[in-house]
C-alpha cells in the first residue's frame, strides 16, 4: 500500500540541470529567506504574538506564489482550551499512482537571547565569510525556503501538470514545544496523509557531508521514593543496626550501573550508530570533560550517545545539609531519567526498570512509585524507498555518501508524527552543520550547505515524481 520502487542512481546530466535552475534562482532564494528572517515570530509568550500572524502571512504567500497548489490556509489547533499560533498547510493531491510527500518546516524562532552576545544584529541578515548570519537563518526559515525551491524547481523542469502529491505543513510553535502539534495533526490528518514526510529541520554531518538523522532516543522518567522505618530515629541510638532510607536508596541507585558506568538495567535495547569520525578529544572539548576525568560506557562515543540507553539520577529529596541532625532519615525520593535506544518501547523499558528496582532495593526496604513521563524513540525505515531516494539524492547533490546521524534526545513530534501516519516514511533531513549555533547568538547558516540542500530536495522530488505505486 506505501510502497514504491527504490531509486539508487540520478543521471549527471539532471543533477547538471537541477543545480543550474537552483543557481539561477538562488540570489531571490536568499532574498526570501532574508526578508523572513527579518519578522521576528517568537511563540513564547511574553513576545508580541501579531508577529506570527505576518510570518505565517509571508509564509503562505510564498507557497501561493508557486502556483502548484489547490489550497493553501493558514490554520491552528487548540489544547487545553488555548488556541496554538498560525501553522501554515498546503495541498496538491497526487495523480496516477504517485506518492504525496509532506513537507514540513517551522516558521517561529527562538529568542534572541542576549543581544551583547551577537556579533551582528539577530534579525538582519549578515553574509559574512560564506554563512548568512541571523536568529532563524538556520532553523529553521532556511527549511522553508529549501521547501519553496524545490517545489518551484520540479515545477518549472516536470511542467504545470506534474504528477507528485505534495502536502505543506510549516509550524508556527515548534520552539515552544509543539504545543497544539498532536490535534493539529488530527484535525488535519486529510491534508497533511502522506507516503513520506520531509522534515527539514535538523542537520548535515558537516557542510560538506549530507545527513539524514535516522535515530532518536526517547525518555523514560520514573519518580519513586525508598522507605525503611515509619518515623526518623536518633542515630546514635539506632544507627548500625536500622536502615536508614537514604542509604537503602543510594545503595539502590548504584546497581542501576556496571563498574564502567553502563546501564545494568536488564531487558533494554541497545543498538549500533554508523562508524563517523567523531573522537573521545572531541566529546571531551564539547562536553567540557577535561583529563584525567574517565569517560564511562563502552563501545563507540557515538554509539553511547545515540543507540545505547543511559540513565541518569536528576533528582534527589532526603533532607539537606542546613537542615540535617543526627537522625536516620525514614523515606527519600529520586528521579531517574532513562534514555532508551531507538527500537525500544517505553512501556517494555518502563517496566524493566521497576523490575531492576524492585530486584535490587535492599534490606526489604519499601518501594512506592510516583509520576511518570515517557517518549517514544524513532528509527527510521532504512529499508524503505523513500530513504533510499533520499539518500541518493543527498549523494548527489553534495558529492558525498550520506552520514545517518542520530540525536540523543527526543524530537517530541516526530512520535505524533509516527503515530498519526504509521504508514509514512519520515526523512528528517535539514541545513544546520556543526557551527550553524541554532538556539545560541550568531545563529548561521552555511550558504553553499543551503545551496546543496535545494537541489538534494529538488532530485528527490523530481524523482519521486516519476515513481508509481506497486500494488
Ligand atoms: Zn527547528
Not at 71 to 89: M, Q, T, W
Not at 233 to 262: C, Q, W
Not at 446 to 465: D, G, I, P
Request: glycine share 8%; no cysteine; hydrophobic share 45%.
Amino acid at each position: 500500500m506505501n510502497n514504491f520502487p527504490s531509486v539508487d542512481a540520478i543521471q549527471s546530466d539532471l543533477v547538471t540541470q537541477v543545480r543550474d535552475v537552483v543557481g539561477d534562482d538562488f540570489a531571490r532564494r536568499v532574498g526570501d529567506l532574508g526578508r523572513l528572517v527579518k519578522i521576528q515570530g517568537i511563540a513564547w509568550e511574553a513576545f508580541d504574538a501579531a508577529n506570527l500572524e505576518t510570518s505565517a502571512e509571508a509564509v503562505a504567500q510564498l507557497l501561493r506564489e508557486t502556483g502548484v497548489f489547490e489550497l493553501v490556509e493558514i490554520r491552528r489547533a487548540e489544547a487545553d482550551g488555548k488556541p496554538g499560533s498560525p501553522a501554515v498547510v498546503a495541498r496538491r493531491a497526487a495523480k496516477n499512482g504517485k506518492p504525496t510527500f509532506l513537507l514540513y518546516a517551522h516558521h517561529d524562532v527562538q529568542p534572541p537571547g542576549n543581544l551583547d552576545d551577537w556579533e551582528t544584529p539577530p534579525f538582519e541578515p549578515t553574509l559574512k565569510n560564506g554563512r548568512i548570519y541571523a536568529r532563524g537563518a538556520a532553523d529553521d526559515k532556511a527549511g522553508i525556503v529549501v521547501h519553496l525551491t524545490a517545489i518551484e524547481t520540479l515545477r518549472k523542469l516536470a511542467g504545470d501538470d506534474f504528477d507528485l502529491g505534495i502536502s505543506v505543513f510549516i509550524e508556527g510553535e515548534e520552539e515552544a514545544g509543539s504545543r497544539t502539534f498532536r490535534p493539529f495533526l488530527d484535525q488535519n490528518r486529510d491534508i497533511l496523509a502522506a507516503d513520506a514526510i520531509v522534515v527539514a529541520d535538523s542537520g548535515n554531518w558537516t557542510a560538506d557531508i549530507p545527513a539524514l538523522t535516522t535515530t532518536l532516543r526517547g525518555v523514560v522518567s520514573q519518580v519513586f521514593e525508598v522507605s525503611t522505618i515509619d518515623h526518623a530515629l536518633h542515630s546514635g541510638m539506632y544507627g548500625g543496626a536500622v536502615p536508614d532510607a537514604m542509604m537503602a536508596m543510594t545503595r539502590l541507585l548504584t546497581t542501576l550501573h556496571n563498574e564502567d558506568g553502563s546501564v545494568a538495567v536488564d531487558g533494554l535495547v541497545s543498538g549500533k550508530a554508523m562508524e563517523l569520525p567523531y573522537s573521545e578529544a572531541e566529546l571531551r572539548r564539547d562536553a567540557g570533560a577535561d583529563e584525567p576525568l574517565e569517560l564511562i560506557g563502552n563501545g563507540s562515543i557515538l554509539d553511547r550517545l545515540w543507540t545505547q540507553p543511559a540513565i541518569t539520577v536528576i533528582g534527589i529529596d532526603g533532607q539537606s545539609v542546613a537542615l540535617s541532625s543526627n537522625t536516620l532519615l525514614p523515606r527519600v525520593k529520586a528521579k531517574i531519567s532513562m534514555r532508551i535506544a531507538p527500537g525500544d518501547d517505553p512501556d517494555r523499558a518502563l517496566a524493566a526498570l521497576r523490575a531492576h528496582l524492585e530486584k535490587h532495593v535492599p534490606f526489604k526496604a519499601k518501594l512506592v512509585y510516583h509520576e511518570i513521563e515517557t517518549g517514544k524513540p524513532f528509527k527510521a525505515d532504512a529499508a524503505g524507498w523513500a530513504q533510499a531516494l533520499a539518500e541518493t539524492a543527498l549523494e548527489a547533490a553534495f558529492g558525498n555518501k550520506t552520514a545517518h546521524i542520530g540525536i540523543g534526545g527526543s524530537i517530541p513530534f516526530i512520535a505524533d508524527l509516527t503515530e498519526v501516519f504509521p504508514d509514512a516514511q519520515i526523512l528528517v533531513t535539514g541545513v544546520e552543520d556543526a557551527d550553524s549555533r541554532a538556539h545560541s547568538p550568531n545563529e548561521s547558516l552555511e550558504v553553499e550547505s543551503f545551496r546543496k540542500a535545494m537541489v538534494a530536495e529538488t532530485l528527490m522530488l523530481l524523482k519521486a515524481n516519476d515513481l508509481t505505486r506497486q500494488e
